[in-house]
């Protein structure tokens, strides 16, 4: 196997026993960033002398032996709406394009902490808007399945880049699917964690209240490493959650037997590709074979979880994105202005792409006097019922069952032009934002070529039996050691 | 402008309001995106409105999502940011000053 194909778990076995070193993977992986991003453009920005030289000091660390973590001298890439100290950090945004941080998220902190390398900055719909990263300001990433479709978004640089072996892992942000949906078009590991478990700071904002930072990874096992490193309270983000870190790892080969597996009814009524279907329904025998007890639930509230969402997210990013004003930071115009009111609409205008405006105007439109009783207090009581549902469900039953999108990824330009139907695709993975729950989206078969993915859905704090659960499925089944051949 | 009165059962939203939430949001918009946008959120909110056949009378909203309130730490004193640094960023500046074009109007 080729050294950029590694795993996690494999890459650390090899670098610890010494038969390669991270100077020697990285290489590597950079070689095939060289050989392949051109097709896929996964890369907003890649710094390789920076990775080679941390891959140097991962290697001194290996050799010493001390201080060393199971992601010490793994090359691996952020989202681009991370900040990273000295790196250019652009959001998917022209409105950010020159913009070199100050300081790192913690996130980036904590991986430079464990000694992970890092490659660079991946593509992504602008400001998290969008579901296939084909809102991003500068350039469409291809899925390496089938280089005229979509990756999915709005983290299709990180799913694009872990799929073709152009990073080990990555690091995405889930506002409504962003990690989950990516990861299923791609073949890959997406976890959304519980709101708070992994801190925010230094993520530029969509929806504060929805925002969830998360890995995407091989498979299960990477996946729980990689949370282990980045989860816990930051004193730097008053929501971050205080509750102890699992050791997920450790727990992973916990039998499942006799786990309730909930199947919402509402999800597999609302529509999708037969294909997706076919495959969920095979995915479900599994479970049954390995002890798992299935059982209908109902979440009766599905159906409102879309417009909730996306009538909260415009409110919350129309407020988010109003620091973008051309005067302290950032793009600002190049044209003669009167006045700094000129300076910002300007500056916005031309800062700001389509999809951007569409969704602050909407959150002007919704949060105006007279409008916000009927749509953003609606849409915030509507979320009681949502969370109320998974409330309910998660009596019955220790997890759900859910089809990641109700299609394989679409071609590049199908839906860009129809912000509605763009915003259909999203239909499985926003009431999990809207109740901050967990969901782990897994590989878990193939239609017509195209991947297919599923999600597990645990009550809040539940990664660990989300793990256990895909880690199972994943023992008995090959879909994730499948890669794309891309010519 | 004030935007017309609320009509929940057939929204549509006019170029007029279109040109107006611009305004409010601090972003110029020409007259060719007037007219789609028009259209897209009348489209939008259209769909929006399936939430009105839930009865939420007795439901509270929510308005938080975690699980705690009122976070609290000690106020500890570090190094912040110098100024040299911080200046940085700034798309103009001079000596220590943020520069912005004309904001109070004395003609």
């Given at each position: 196997m080729?050294l950029?194909?590694?795993?996690?778990?494999?890459?650390?076995e090899?670098?610890?026993?010494?038969?390669i070193?991270?100077?020697?993977?990285t290489?590597?992986?950079?070689?095939n960033?060289?050989?392949?991003?051109p097709k896929?453009?996964?890369?907003?920005?890649?710094?390789e002398?920076?990775?080679?030289?941390q891959?140097?000091?991962?290697?001194i660390?290996?050799h010493s032996?001390e201080?060393?973590?199971?992601l010490?001298g793994?090359p691996?890439?952020?989202k681009?709406?991370?900040s990273?100290r000295?790196i250019?950090?652009?959001?998917?945004?022209?409105?950010l394009q020159d913009?070199?941080?100050?300081?790192s998220?913690s996130v980036v902190e904590k991986?430079?902490?464990?000694?992970?390398v890092?490659l660079?900055?991946?593509?992504?719909?602008e400001?998290?808007?969008?579901s296939?990263?084909?809102?991003?300001?500068?350039?469409?990433?291809?899925?390496?399945?089938n280089?005229?479709?979509?990756?999915?978004g709005?983290s299709?640089?990180?799913?694009?880049?872990?799929?073709a072996?152009?990073?080990?892992?990555?690091i995405?942000?889930?506002?409504?699917?962003?990690?989950?949906?990516?990861?299923?078009?791609?073949n890959?590991?997406?976890?959304k964690p519980?709101?708070?478990?992994?801190?925010?700071?230094?993520?530029?904002?969509?929806v504060?209240?929805?925002?969830s930072?998360?890995?995407l990874?091989?498979?299960v096992?990477?996946?729980?490493?990689?949370?282990?490193?980045?989860?816990?309270?930051?004193p730097?983000d008053?929501?971050?959650?205080?509750?102890?870190?699992?050791?997920?790892?450790?727990s992973?080969?916990k039998?499942?037997?006799g786990?309730?597996?909930?199947i919402?009814?509402?999800?597999?009524?609302?529509?999708?590709?037969?294909?997706?279907?076919?495959?969920?329904?095979?995915?479900?025998?599994?479970?049954?074979?390995?002890g798992?007890q299935v059982?209908?639930v109902?979440?009766?509230?599905?159906?409102?979880?879309?417009p909730v969402?996306?009538?909260?997210l415009?409110?919350e990013?129309?407020?988010?994105?109003?620091?973008?004003?051309?005067?302290?930071?950032?793009?600002?115009?190049n044209?003669k202005?009167e006045?700094?009111i000129d300076?910002i609409?300007?500056?916005?205008q031309?800062g700001?792409g389509?999809?951007?405006?569409?969704?602050?105007m909407l959150?002007?439109?919704?949060?105006?006097?007279?409008?916000?009783d009927?749509?953003y207090?609606?849409a915030q009581?509507?979320?009681s019922?949502?969370?109320e549902?998974?409330r309910?469900?998660?009596e019955?039953?220790?997890?759900?069952?859910a089809?990641t999108?109700p299609?394989?990824?679409?071609?590049?330009?199908?839906?860009?032009?129809d912000?509605?139907t763009?915003?259909?695709s999203d239909?499985?993975?926003?009431?999990?934002?809207?109740?901050?729950?967990?969901?782990?989206?897994?590989p878990?078969?193939f239609?017509?070529?195209?991947?297919?993915?599923?999600?597990?859905?645990?009550?809040?704090?539940?990664e660990?039996i989300?793990?256990q659960?895909?880690?199972?499925?994943?023992a008995?089944?090959?879909?994730?050691n499948?890669?794309p051949?891309?010519? | 402008?004030?935007?017309?009165?609320i009509d929940?059962?057939?929204?549509?939203?006019?170029?007029?309001?279109?040109?107006?939430?611009?305004?409010l949001?601090?972003?110029?918009?020409?007259?060719?995106?007037?007219?789609v946008?028009?259209?897209?959120f009348?489209?939008?909110i259209?769909?929006?409105?399936?939430?009105?056949?839930?009865d939420?009378?007795?439901?509270?909203?929510a308005?938080?999502?975690c699980p705690?309130?009122?976070?609290f730490?000690?106020?500890q004193v570090?190094?912040?940011?110098s100024?040299e640094?911080?200046?940085?960023n700034l798309?103009q500046h001079?000596?220590?000053?943020?520069?912005?074009?004309?904001?109070f109007d004395?003609?």
């Amino acid at each position: 196997m080729e050294l950029y194909n590694l795993s996690i778990r494999k890459a650390h076995e090899l670098l610890v026993k010494k038969q390669i070193s991270s100077v020697e993977l990285t290489s590597a992986v950079l070689a095939n960033i060289h050989r392949l991003d051109p097709k896929i453009r996964a890369y907003l920005t890649v710094v390789e002398q920076r990775a080679l030289e941390q891959a140097r000091k991962a290697d001194i660390r290996l050799h010493s032996r001390e201080n060393i973590t199971p992601l010490t001298g793994i090359p691996y890439a952020v989202k681009d709406c991370f900040s990273t100290r000295g790196i250019r950090t652009t959001c998917g945004s022209k409105i950010l394009q020159d913009y070199i941080p100050q300081y790192s998220a913690s996130v980036v902190e904590k991986l430079n902490n464990a000694g992970a390398v890092l490659l660079g900055k991946h593509n992504m719909d602008e400001f998290g808007m969008g579901s296939s990263c084909e809102n991003s300001a500068f350039f469409n990433t291809h899925n390496p399945w089938n280089l005229e479709r979509v990756p999915g978004g709005s983290s299709g640089g990180s799913a694009a880049s872990v799929s073709a072996g152009l990073s080990l892992f990555a690091i995405g942000e889930d506002t409504g699917g962003s990690i989950r949906m990516p990861a299923g078009f791609c073949n890959i590991v997406g976890l959304k964690p519980t709101y708070g478990r992994v801190s925010r700071y230094g993520h530029i904002a969509l929806v504060s209240s929805f925002d969830s930072v998360g890995p995407l990874t091989q498979d299960v096992y990477d996946c729980a490493t990689v949370l282990q490193t980045i989860a816990g309270k930051d004193p730097k983000d008053g929501t971050s959650l205080p509750d102890p870190v699992p050791i997920y790892t450790t727990s992973l080969e916990k039998s499942i037997n006799g786990l309730r597996l909930g199947i919402p009814r509402e999800y597999f009524q609302a529509g999708m590709e037969a294909g997706v279907e076919t495959v969920l329904q095979d995915a479900i025998r599994v479970f049954e074979k390995l002890g798992m007890q299935v059982q209908e639930v109902s979440l009766p509230h599905t159906r409102a979880a879309l417009p909730v969402y996306y009538l909260i997210l415009f409110a919350e990013a129309s407020a988010n994105l109003a620091r973008f004003d051309g005067t302290r930071f950032g793009y600002s115009t190049n044209q003669k202005v009167e006045s700094v009111i000129d300076l910002i609409l300007q500056t916005r205008q031309e800062g700001f792409g389509e999809e951007v405006k569409r969704r602050i105007m909407l959150g002007a439109y919704t949060l105006s006097a007279g409008y916000y009783d009927a749509y953003y207090l609606k849409a915030q009581k509507v979320r009681s019922l949502i969370r109320e549902d998974f409330r309910s469900a998660f009596e019955k039953c220790d997890v759900l069952l859910a089809p990641t999108c109700p299609t394989t990824a679409f071609k590049i330009g199908e839906k860009k032009q129809d912000p509605l139907t763009m915003y259909l695709s999203d239909i499985f993975v926003v009431a999990t934002n809207l109740a901050g729950v967990p969901a782990l989206s897994l590989p878990c078969g193939f239609s017509e070529g195209l991947p297919v993915g599923m999600q597990l859905i645990g009550n809040h704090l539940s990664e660990e039996i989300l793990f256990q659960i895909g880690y199972a499925y994943q023992a008995e089944t090959e879909w994730h050691n499948m890669h794309p051949l891309i010519t | 402008m004030v935007i017309s009165p609320i009509d929940t059962a057939t929204p549509s939203i006019s170029t007029d309001t279109v040109r107006y939430i611009a305004y409010l949001i601090r972003l110029k918009i020409l007259d060719e995106e007037t007219k789609v946008f028009s259209q897209q959120f009348s489209q939008i909110i259209e769909y929006f409105q399936l939430l009105n056949e839930i009865d939420t009378r007795e439901v509270p909203p929510a308005n938080e999502n975690c699980p705690m309130n009122n976070v609290f730490r000690d106020d500890q004193v570090l190094p912040s940011m110098s100024r040299e640094e911080f200046l940085n960023n700034l798309p103009q500046h001079e000596g220590y000053y943020v520069k912005v074009p004309l904001i109070f109007d004395d003609r």
